[in-house]
């Protein structure tokens, strides 16, 4: 699997800051891995006007009690499936 674009440094910035979100993030791509094919159908609207046709997973953060909550839910990653293997273009909180 490989980490492109925005997602390589978010996630390297995110595990600096939080070493606890290794563990989501690790999740995240093993999900992505063992069943790409289970992501939801998104697009990306590239610069030069295409659409770039992804898939999104989503894992939980449960980490935090919510009153403790550090306002997101779950980390999310939009992928694409390709010849060469699996690419994650970006990486978020939601």
């Not at 093993?30 to 006007?49: A, Q, T, Y």
Request: aromatic share 10%; with cysteine.
């Amino acid at each position: 699997m490989i980490c492109r674009n925005l997602a390589s440094p978010w996630e390297h910035e995110q595990v600096s800051l939080y070493p606890e979100m290794a563990l989501f993030i690790d999740k995240l791509k093993s999900l992505i891995e063992k069943h790409p094919e289970r992501g939801l159908p998104v697009s990306i609207f590239l610069s030069d006007g295409r659409t770039l046709l992804c898939k999104k997973h989503s894992v939980r953060l449960t980490l935090f009690p919510p009153r403790y909550s550090i306002g997101y839910d779950f980390i999310t990653a939009i992928y694409l499936i390709g010849n060469d293997g699996i690419t994650i273009v970006e990486m978020e909180y939601k």
